[in-house]
């Protein structure tokens, strides 16, 4: 076991039975002239989670964890798009339409897929998920029981949405989860530092949070090599 220095206490991780999921590193939603841009966001309170998501997946494929990629975004026939969510926040551009990059949230479009500086290995698993959480309507479970994972390292964006409906679901399937903290991020600033407190509060009641570079000494101590799986 390695020891995290997490808040609200340390966490005992067990690099075996460990695997770094980071959701929706997306051009969409990364990128100057994407999906997120065109609503009037700045994608640069995004881009600064770049650099450790990188050190972080850097030292995971190092330590031979089990290393999760997933994307947002529905079928070209939008089948899978509830009306709901296509109607919300009456948006100029909805989903499913053209937009800078594609289709927007549609499946094989360039804005729905990963920034380059983070792009999958061959092996590693991409989850293409329908909503908010990368558990429903995947076969995300599955995948992490099947490897035997019981601990979630978890990053992404954004922190209050994704990541945070991720790490809900995660916790009441029986994961332990650490999210990456300064490799979570938010178009708005105090969501992502509420959204990180939230999931701490009350002794850890969704899991932990920890800076990367705590984080990855634990996934760098001597005999946790050993190359991706």
Same mark, same amino acid.
């Given at each position: 076991m390695a020891l995290i220095n997490a808040e609200p206490y340390s966490l005992d991780l067990d690099p075996l039975r460990a695997a770094l999921i980071i959701i929706?590193?997306?051009?969409?939603?990364?990128?100057?002239?994407?999906?997120?841009?065109?609503?009037?966001?700045?994608?640069?309170?995004?881009?600064?989670?770049?650099?450790?998501?990188?050190?972080?997946l850097a030292q995971a494929r190092m330590a031979g964890l089990t290393v999760i990629h997933t994307r947002e975004g529905h079928r070209p026939d939008l089948a899978d798009l509830p009306p709901t969510k296509k109607a919300c926040g009456r948006l100029p551009v909805a989903l499913g339409d053209a937009g800078p990059m594609g289709r927007i949230l549609v499946r094989s479009g360039d804005g729905h897929d990963i920034i380059p500086e983070l792009y999958p290995m061959p092996g590693e698993p991409i989850i293409d998920k329908p909503g908010k959480g990368a558990f429903h309507a995947t076969d995300l479970d599955a995948l992490l029981?099947?490897?035997?994972?019981?601990?979630?390292? =978890? &990053?992404?964006? *954004? %922190?209050? =949405? &994704?990541?945070? *409906? %991720?790490?809900?679901?995660?916790?009441?399937?029986?994961?332990?989860?650490?999210?990456?903290?300064?490799?979570a991020g938010s178009y708005f600033p105090e969501f992502h530092e509420i959204g990180l407190r939230m999931i701490a509060a009350q002794g850890g009641i969704f899991g932990w949070i920890a800076p990367s570079a705590d984080i990855i000494p634990a996934l760098a101590e001597p005999g946790r090599s050993g190359g991706c799986r």
């Open positions: 929706d590193m997306q051009r969409d939603f990364l990128e100057p002239g994407g999906f997120g841009a065109a609503l009037g966001n700045d994608v640069s309170l995004l881009r600064w989670t770049i650099a450790p998501c990188r050190q972080l029981k099947n490897r035997g994972i019981a601990q979630l390292i =978890v &990053c992404g964006v *954004t %922190t209050e =949405v &994704c990541v945070h *409906t %991720t790490v809900r679901e995660a916790n009441d399937r029986g994961y332990e989860c650490v999210v990456a903290a300064d490799c």
